[in-house]
T-cell receptor
């Protein structure tokens, strides 16, 4: 069984400040981890994913995430927030066994203050 | 490279009715998955199709059913609609064992 917990349903940062969105997972098999972004009335866009290899993963729009197995975490960061980063962010996990279903967290709404 | 296309974008149905949602997979993808996203929630896995067969199912009742066609497009059918079925329905396509999921923009279903 797999699950994802996103700490903080709402995060607010100033433009230019560090963005940190937290994600902890539980998985009985080696996890594959994802971050997606969702803008209002739109579908999900992949920011980045970890499958195997390097634990620091770089994605689009300046985002990156680090897989820490010992902490069961996959936190998303961006050094400097832009107004265009305001959106809903979802962390998801899947495993290599069985159907490739994604298990999502509840989401974190990111607000950027000017 | 085409993306994932879903139709219709919005739909209003009455409780007890049946609905069919459609999805065209991204070119080259052979697997399609459907997700339900209730307002303010993360998406929930409904089921996945590979080679026109159901390849996995989430915790949804049998009145949620699907089809995958030889061209890898797909349908989601929901019978006996309930008010709680109101949600954004997302389709995602991928290559089996690739984990590169591409999502469509979704169909917003409202049940009244």
């Amino acid at each position: 069984a797999q699950s994802v917990t996103q700490l903080g349903s709402h995060v607010s940062v100033s433009e230019g400040a560090l963005v940190l969105l937290r994600c902890n997972y539980s998985s009985s098999v080696p996890p594959y981890l994802f971050w997606y972004v969702q803008y209002p009335n739109q579908g999900l866009q992949l920011l980045l994913k970890y499958t195997t290899g390097a634990t620091l993963v770089k994605g689009i729009n300046g985002f990156e995430a680090e897989f820490k197995k010992s902490e069961t975490s996959f936190h998303l960061t961006k050094p400097s927030a832009h107004m265009s980063d305001a959106a809903e962010y979802f962390c998801a996990v899947t495993g290599i066994q069985g159907a490739q279903k994604l298990v999502f967290g509840q989401g974190t709404r990111l607000t950027i203050n000017p | 490279e085409t993306g994932v296309t879903q139709s219709p974008t919005h739909l209003i149905k009455t409780r007890g009715q049946q609905v069919t949602l459609r999805c065209s997979s991204q070119s080259g993808h052979n697997t399609v998955s459907w997700y339900q996203q209730a307002l303010g929630q993360g998406p929930q896995f409904i089921f996945q199709y590979y080679r026109e067969e159901e390849n996995g199912r989430g915790n949804f009742p049998p009145r949620f059913s699907g089809l995958q066609f030889p061209n890898y497009s797909s349908e989601l059918n929901v019978n006996a609609l309930e008010l709680d079925d109101s949600a954004l329905y997302l389709c995602a396509s991928s290559l089996i064992a690739n984990y590169g999921y591409t999502f469509g923009s979704g169909t917003r279903l409202t049940v009244v």
